[in-house]
């Protein structure tokens, strides 16, 4: 059984930062590609980024380009979400996602790709 743990949710002012954690456990799990969603109150879940994991290659929605940074650390099957200049647009439950295989890009974006989810984890921003 695969499970993914999110972690370094909060609360944060407009502009500040914040880093998320997911950390994937579970035998034989090696990702094929990792990915951060998120839903906003009232609204659908919706695509972040992904990183694939055997080549490093991350992908990002136009909303977060320039402002977030997907990363992975292989050894410890964890993948990172660093956000800055955050917005209160970005106010969600941001969830990690993990899915096996050899992705192509066009697959990464869309939750139904996606086997393994975490619980979420809340990122607030306001003033």
């Known amino acids: 059984q695969v499970q993914l743990e999110e972690s370094g949710g909060g609360f944060v002012q407009p502009g500040g930062s914040l880093r998320l954690s997911c950390a994937a456990s579970?035998?034989?799990?090696?990702?094929?590609?990792m990915a951060w969603f998120r839903q906003a109150p009232g609204k659908e879940r919706e695509y972040v980024a992904a990183?694939?994991?055997?080549?490093?290659?991350?992908f990002y929605a136009n909303s977060v380009k320039g402002r977030f940074t997907i990363s992975r650390d292989r050894p410890k099957n964890t993948v990172y979400l660093f956000m800055r200049s955050l917005e209160p647009e970005d106010t969600a439950v941001y969830y990690c996602?993990?899915?096996?295989?050899?992705?192509?890009?066009?697959?990464?974006?869309?939750?139904?790709?996606?086997?393994?989810w975490g619980q979420g984890t809340q990122v607030t921003v306001s003033s």
């Open positions: 996602a993990g899915l096996r295989g050899r992705p192509i890009m066009s697959t990464l974006t869309s939750q139904q790709n996606y086997e393994y």
């Open positions: 579970g035998r034989a799990f090696t990702p094929g590609a």
């Open positions: 990183i694939r994991w055997n080549d490093n290659n991350a």
